[in-house]
């Protein structure tokens, strides 16, 4: 898999823009624009506002969501902030703080 | 091509991707694979690999930095640099180990360290500048006499480069730096003598074998052109 | 000895050679290959491939079409062609040519300068 992977020793502090998916096992704090898929993982961290196509999240997020197909709150995972999505998933056992934006 | 068999990424743990542009200040404990474009800065413990594909401007700083992409920005690395074939880069690099391969281009200094560069022909260029007092020292610190003079503002602009000619916005400066007519007088003086080979070469020559101590590769770069 | 580099224009065995028991001081100029072994100081203006072995030690401005360094070189190093810095050598100076090999192993310090390709956008930021 061709995939972006920031793995679990990397910090970006800043700006992650891109057509491709991303994956994180780090920490990425600022700000992500991508017009695929992102997943953090259990060791994740995103502090940031993330524009996307779909978002999965097993880890943690503090920051603004926006995603224009899909957001996935998954069983562990932290997320502080408000989702905007048309499709929004919260597992059981998801932590989440924020509101929550299903119109269009 | 010539790519070294650890720049393949098999499984590599961070990769920024094709499709990716990362703005800001990377830092982590792990292999970074740049396919990508990254602009800022990047810290690391492990090895740096900028893809054919890959374009770095950022300040590299990491144990080991295999280059076959493009990074415009100083490289410094623990252990090694290695700029494969095709690879281009900007900049200054510090290392203990430096490889360029046939087919890398590259423009900047190296420095490997170790034992301080030899005596070399500085003591022609410093008994020179001797008579005038001030003017030794601005060969010594050209960008010190630029900046304090309240010279034009084209000086003005040029002096913040020329403080730090570690930087890779120093890199091409020399080449202007040396129409520099009006500004430090001296400056052109050392150009001239080191720069007119031929003359220097018969100095040299016919002198003492020179003895004094060499310019850093920097400063010389100022005074050359 | 160590004239084993076949790159650019390599060493004839009509090559001139400087032997280990010669010291050169002053100017030298040639259009054909030549072998240092020994010593020289002051400069080198040669329109052929320079070697520079083992045990050769330069102290001089170097004006060449090609170079392989093996031993020691302190100057500035000019080749129309290419420069190879071998495994085992010390440079310091600033070299400039189009092509510039630095091999592992090799010891250099001073400015390299090649002609370097860059996109548009980039020399910008190069700069």
Redesign the interface.
């Known amino acids: 898999m061709?995939?972006?992977?920031?793995?679990?020793?990397?910090?970006?502090?800043?700006?992650?823009?891109?057509?491709?998916?991303?994956v994180v096992q780090?920490t990425v704090k600022?700000r992500v624009g991508l017009r695929q898929n992102i997943y953090v993982e259990e060791s994740g961290i995103l502090e940031a506002n993330v524009e996307t196509a779909t978002i999965t999240i097993l880890g943690t997020v503090t920051g603004d969501v926006v995603a224009s197909e899909r957001a996935e709150l998954k069983s562990n995972c932290r997320v502080v902030g408000d989702i905007h999505a048309p499709r929004i998933l919260i597992a059981d056992g998801a932590s989440f703080k924020g509101n929550v934006d299903m119109d269009g | 091509m010539a790519r070294q068999s650890q720049s393949t990424p098999a499984d590599?743990?961070?990769?920024?991707?094709?499709?990716?542009?990362?703005?800001?200040?990377?830092?982590?404990?792990?292999d970074?694979h740049i396919e990508?474009r990254l602009e800022?800065s990047i810290e690391l413990t492990e090895t740096v690999f900028v893809a054919p594909e890959g374009i770095v401007i950022a300040t590299v700083q990491a144990r080991d930095v295999v280059v076959s992409g493009v990074v415009v920005g100083n490289v410094t690395a623990e252990d090694s640099v290695t700029l494969n074939a095709g690879a281009k880069l900007v900049g200054d690099v510090t290392a203990p180990r430096v490889i360029v391969a046939d087919g890398a281009s590259f423009s900047g200094n190296v420095a490997m360290g170790g034992e301080p560069p030899p005596p070399r022909k500085r003591k022609n260029a410093a008994r020179r500048a001797a008579p005038a007092k001030p003017a030794a020292k601005a060969v010594a610190k050209p960008a010190a006499k630029a900046a304090a003079k309240p010279a034009a503002k084209k000086a003005a602009k040029k002096a913040p480069a020329k403080k730090a000619p570690a930087r890779v916005a120093a890199i091409p400066t020399p080449r202007a730096a040396k129409r520099d007519d009006d500004d430090t007088i001296v400056v052109k003086h050392a150009a001239v003598e080191s720069a007119s080979k031929k003359t220097s070469k018969k100095k040299t020559s016919k002198k003492a074998p020179p003895r004094a101590r060499v310019p850093k590769p920097g400063k010389r770069r100022v005074g050359r052109r | 000895m160590a004239s084993s580099n076949s790159r650019g224009t390599s060493p004839t065995s009509s090559a001139c050679v400087i032997g280990p028991q010669t010291a050169v001081r002053g100017s030298l100029s040639g259009e054909e290959d030549l072998v240092i072994e020994g010593r020289v100081e002051g400069s080198v203006s040669l329109a052929g491939h320079l070697v520079v072995a083992d045990s050769g030690e330069v102290e001089a401005d170097l004006e060449i079409e090609s170079i392989a360094v093996h031993g020691q070189v302190r100057g500035d190093i000019t080749a129309t062609r290419s420069i190879t810095i071998e495994r085992g050598a010390q440079v310091s100076g600033n070299v400039k040519a189009p092509r510039v090999i630095i091999n592992d192993g090799a010891h250099f310090d001073g400015a390299v300068e090649m002609d370097v390709d860059l996109p548009e956008e980039l020399r910008k930021a190069a700069r």
């Open positions: 061709a995939n972006t992977v920031i793995g679990s020793t990397i910090v970006i502090d800043g700006e992650i823009t891109g057509d491709e998916d991303l780090g600022g | 590599p743990a961070t990769l920024i991707g094709p499709g990716i542009h990362v703005r800001g200040r990377v830092t982590g404990e792990e970074l990508g800022g």
